[in-house]
């Protein structure tokens, strides 16, 4: 083939103009007239939120994403990378965990925090304070156990499709083990206060 016969082809000008468009990062231009129904469209800047179908939007990082409600569960578990605090790496065993709890890493923000609180006297209370906290965690957690276990059907479904029953708990055996807990609870919480 000659040199001649590769681009006989000419462009149209719609082509050009969508060229342009992509060079100049104009996504949203239209390079055709069209009649008809048209949806009337907004030019959303970074930032703004806006609802759309029943939907909050967002622009963020010039991308368009959906607002959801698990947004704010989703930020409060994340872990940076970088200690806010002294913007050292996050790469102690204990930085996730104290970041959970002071928001910033281990070592050195939560041991110079702690110095500190020895310091000036306040670590006794410091310290009953994070040991109450860990104590109510652990009475939720045994709480919520056994209110499970109690109020577990113990029936399965077989393979053939016939419901099994594996002898869950009798009413009186609930009675007392609710009994004991609410007693446990109420100790417990006395003693954590």
């Known amino acids: 083939m000659s040199k001649e016969t590769l681009l006989k082809k000419e462009f149209k000008e719609s ?5 342009r468009n992509l060079v100049n990062k104009d996504f ?3 390079v055709k007239v069209q009649t ?3 949806k009337a469209s907004y030019k959303h800047k970074e930032g703004d939120i806006w609802e759309e179908s029943g939907k909050k939007w967002t622009i963020k990082n010039g991308i368009k994403q959906n607002i959801t409600k698990l947004d704010e569960a989703k930020k409060a578990l994340r872990i940076p990378l970088r200690c806010p605090k002294c913007n050292g790496p996050m790469e102690h065993w204990l930085a996730k965990k104290m970041y959970k709890i002071h928001g910033f890493c281990f070592d050195p923000c939560t ?3 702690e110095d500190s609180l020895k310091k000036a006297g306040l670590y006794k209370q410091y310290e009953q304070r994070m040991i109450k906290g860990n104590a109510r965690e652990v009475v939720k957690d045994i709480e919520n156990w056994v209110l499970d276990s109690v109020n577990d059907k113990h029936t399965f479904v077989t393979e053939q499709g016939a419901i099994e029953d594996w002898g869950g708990m009798n009413e009186k055996t609930k009675e007392k083990i609710l009994k004991d807990l609410k007693e446990f609870t109420t100790i417990m919480r006395k003693h954590i206060e």
């Open 28 to 30: 949203t231009s239209g």
């Open 111 to 113: 041991v110079d925090y």
């Open 15 to 19: 082509d050009v103009q969508r060229v």
């Open 36 to 38: 008809g129904y048209r």
